[in-house]
């Protein structure tokens, strides 16, 4: 199924059926009785995240923190079956279950199976990383976990009921320390804040044959995302300025390869990029790649240039070079990582991703197009350059009050 169609199916479904298990949840709630402390060491964890590749690896701080605080439990993470492969190289999960969203009745077949797994699992908290997506409301309070965590806005209210215990959802923070107000409201005392991949998984075999496919060696290509899902085509740049970028790259940088990536089912936009001119110094190899060669391709590269999409966030995991491109989303919540060149408009009408199932612009996004091609010049000129290098600009946010986590909603 396409986006598009998941949100309709997600508003005018799935919203009638989390009304109803809220009602039920309150009732239960009342003569249940039941304690929601998080006094007890939990046995079971479930983390869910359904949508979002570049999520998911913003959620593996999370992740590790559970891991570390909570040795001897048990962490299973629930996601779609595209992001699956992702997990041989996200270290602390000990079970990943996953759900088929290609087709309606695979997603309901897939869904019952689930539920059925969770039940056996029994997990004492559930963890909902999804904001907007009531099928994940639905799937949580049918988990039947004892404690249900999860993210309150002021247009979902009808939720409070479902989840045990609520977080406001902070659009200033960044995503992995919203992330990780969870396990501060847990009462986790040692917290992890850096992202990470495993790249040990990549054996030598593996990184050679991504080589061969590209047709080069470590640190002597840059890698270009030109890419963005679904959720917002407008995070893109545009075309001809990706094109007109990679001639200029191939005339003041002719050491370095041009590597394009993509997914299958991106293959047909970056080939169009790729055969509007003869480039000398140039591969795509979109839909070529392995979910490891991805990742090893990255993580060999000189520098990565990238839209605000997944292949941004392993970037930002391995602390390659990396020159950012953001629009409709914002740098503050998703970028300032280390070793990254941020490059951003701050246009009245962004940050949209989030707020619009239709962004304001329709399609004409000015937050990217006032990008310049001299402005990622400069930028890559800089990452290139021998000893420059680019520190992390963390916001300073306080996200405690000494021991009690700031920004919890009260259940009512």
């Known amino acids: 199924m396409k986006l598009q169609s998941k949100i309709v199916i997600d508003r005018f479904v799935g919203l009638p059926v989390v009304y109803g298990l809220n009602v039920m949840a309150r009732f239960l709630g009342i003569m249940l009785r039941l304690n929601h402390s998080f006094k007890k060491t939990p046995e079971t964890i479930a983390i869910c995240k359904f949508v979002g590749l570049g999520s998911i690896i913003q959620a593996t701080p999370l992740i590790q923190t559970l891991r570390i605080n909570y040795p001897q439990a048990r962490i299973l993470f629930i996601t779609t079956d595209s992001n699956k492969t992702l997990f041989r190289h996200i270290k602390g999960v000990n079970e990943v279950l996953t759900i088929s969203d290609k087709k309606f009745s695979s997603l309901v ?91 040990e998984i990549n054996v030598p075999d593996t990184i050679q044959n991504m080589f061969k496919k590209v047709g080069s060696s470590a640190g002597h290509y840059i890698v270009i995302n030109p890419n963005a899902s679904d959720l917002r085509l407008e995070r893109r740049w545009p075309t001809h300025y990706f094109i007109s970028l990679i001639e200029e790259i191939n005339k003041e940088f002719p050491n370095y ?153 009260v259940r009512q």
Not at 185 to 191: D, V
């Open 109 to 199: 077949v897939s869904t019952s199976k689930l539920l059925f797994r969770l039940w056996k699992q029994k997990p004492d908290i559930y963890i909902d990383l999804e904001i907007y997506s009531n099928y994940s409301s639905i799937i949580a309070t049918m988990s039947a976990s004892r404690n249900r965590i999860g993210f309150f806005k002021n247009d979902k209210t009808y939720r409070k009921g479902i989840y045990t215990h609520m977080l406001f959802f902070n659009i200033k923070s960044p995503i992995s320390q919203v992330y990780l107000q969870f396990a501060r409201l847990m009462g986790c005392k040692y917290i992890v804040d850096t992202l990470s991949i495993d790249t």
């Open 257 to 409: 390869k041009v590597i394009l990536i993509g997914s299958k089912d991106e293959s047909a936009y970056v080939s169009e990029i790729a055969s509007k001119k003869q480039f000398a110094n140039c591969t795509d190899s979109s839909g070529k790649l392995t979910i490891s060669e991805l990742i090893a391709l990255i993580d060999n590269a000189a520098l990565m240039i990238t839209n605000d999409t997944g292949p941004m966030h392993i970037a930002f995991a391995l602390k390659t070079k990396t020159v950012a491109l953001f629009g409709p989303c914002s740098p503050q919540q998703y970028g300032g990582a280390e070793k990254t060149i941020t490059l951003y408009k701050n246009v009245y009408c962004s940050p949209c991703v989030h707020e619009f199932m239709v962004p304001p612009c329709k399609g004409d996004n000015q937050c990217m197009k006032k990008i310049t091609i001299e402005e990622v010049l400069n930028s890559i000129r800089q990452q290139l350059s021998s000893g420059i290098h680019v520190t992390e600009n963390k916001t300073n946010i306080d996200y405690t009050n000494g021991s009690i986590p700031l920004g919890v909603v």
